[in-house]
């Protein structure tokens, strides 16, 4: 096949390509270096150069990608991509899911040769051994990788399009019966332990472990900063009225809890009360309320709960201080 003529195609970065005319007239650019091998033909010379550009472009990312290892990917994603958006706590999570479950799998494997069916092995093994909340946590965050990846034309596609999601059902605790408050109330009498007057304070009052070092107790409110907000949020305080059920206890829990530490409340919960976990405090205090007759809208607020995109939540819950004084005093059993 006689060629009519042939010169170079340079681009920026140095490649330089070469142009033929065949003998049907169209155009051909082939560039045979660095291990790649492109050929693209066209009509004309302007088409045959977007198509050879384009593939060249494709395969330099190609080249990029396989040298791209999934540790490192994940870990510049989650410091880049998640950080900025997530508190510590979340991100500390974040960082021992694909420690202790991803890296030891897919830490040295390039990022583009990891299939769906490894993914799904994966996955099948943590459920295997029990570890079912963790393999929910594993399929958000390689969902989310590679996702990015996708973006940034590291791979074709995602191996998670596939993926069966593992399904975790949460346990969301139970309320204690008031029998079960009375016990709980002579042990942390008897108890000698600093956080005797924490849980009954937590048990009053519905709120999180975790906002119990910012609680300021008064004669008639207990304030606290929620600790549900995210980062970049403003911190949300709020007040709940002392009932009837906390006001004899009041002497011992006004003390300040910003040294008592979060881990030492739970492990002496668990042997004060083997089998009950801290947090169903919470689920008896808004159990209890509802059963005394305090509306849901009211008990929501006391509790911190977002409010849902009803227009009763939305406008007409602004409670003053007087009503919810009035209405903590339903709270007797």
Not at 54 to 59: P, R, V
Not at 185 to 196: F, G, L, N
Not at 255 to 280: C, D, I, W, Y
């Given at each position: 096949m006689p060629t009519f003529f042939r010169k170079e195609f340079r681009l920026k970065g140095g490649t330089v390509a070469h142009i033929r005319q065949k003998e049907n007239g169209s155009y051909e650019i082939r560039y045979r270096r660095n291990g790649m091998n492109i050929s693209k033909s066209a009509k004309t010379l302007e088409v045959a150069k977007e198509r050879f550009i384009?593939?060249?472009?494709?395969?330099k990312s190609n080249e990029t990608s396989s040298r791209i290892f999934f540790g490192q990917y994940a870990t510049q994603w989650l410091e880049v991509v998640k950080k900025p958006q997530v508190k510590e706590n979340t991100l500390e999570d974040y960082r021992f899911t694909l420690h202790k479950y991803v890296f030891p799998r897919f830490g040295k494997m390039r990022l583009r040769d990891i299939k769906p069916f490894d993914v799904q092995r994966l996955l099948n093994d943590l459920e295997k051994k029990g570890v079912r909340r963790g393999s929910e946590g594993v399929y958000v965050l390689l969902r989310a990788i590679f996702e990015f990846a996708v973006a940034e034309n590291l791979i074709p596609k995602s191996p998670m399009a596939l993926i069966r999601k593992p399904k975790h059902e949460t346990k969301h605790g139970q309320a204690f019966t008031i029998e079960e408050e009375r016990i709980l109330?002579?042990?942390?009498?008897?108890?000698?332990?600093?956080?005797?007057y924490a849980f009954i304070l937590m048990l009053f009052t519905g709120i999180r472990r975790s906002e119990l070092p910012t609680a300021e107790v008064s004669p008639q409110w207990v304030t606290v900063t929620s600790s549900k907000t995210r980062k970049g949020e403003s911190a949300r305080k709020r007040k709940i009225p002392v009932s009837p059920m906390l006001k004899p206890f009041l002497p011992f829990v006004s003390?300040?809890?910003?040294?008592?530490?979060?881990?030492?409340?739970?492990?002496?919960?668990?042997?004060?009360?083997?089998?009950?976990?801290?947090?169903?405090l919470r689920h008896t205090f808004i159990t209890r309320c509802q059963e005394c007759g305090i509306s849901r809208e009211l008990t929501s607020v006391w509790a911190g709960h977002k409010a849902d995109n009803t227009?009763?939540?939305?406008?007409?819950?602004h409670f003053s201080d007087e009503f919810q004084l009035d209405e903590i005093k339903k709270l007797r059993y």
């Open positions: 384009e593939a060249l472009c494709n395969s109330i002579d042990r942390c009498m008897e108890s000698t332990s600093y956080c005797r003390k300040s809890f910003g040294n008592v530490r979060l881990e030492t409340l739970t492990g002496v919960f668990a042997k004060m009360m083997p089998g009950r976990h801290l947090h169903e227009m009763t939540s939305n406008v007409y819950t």
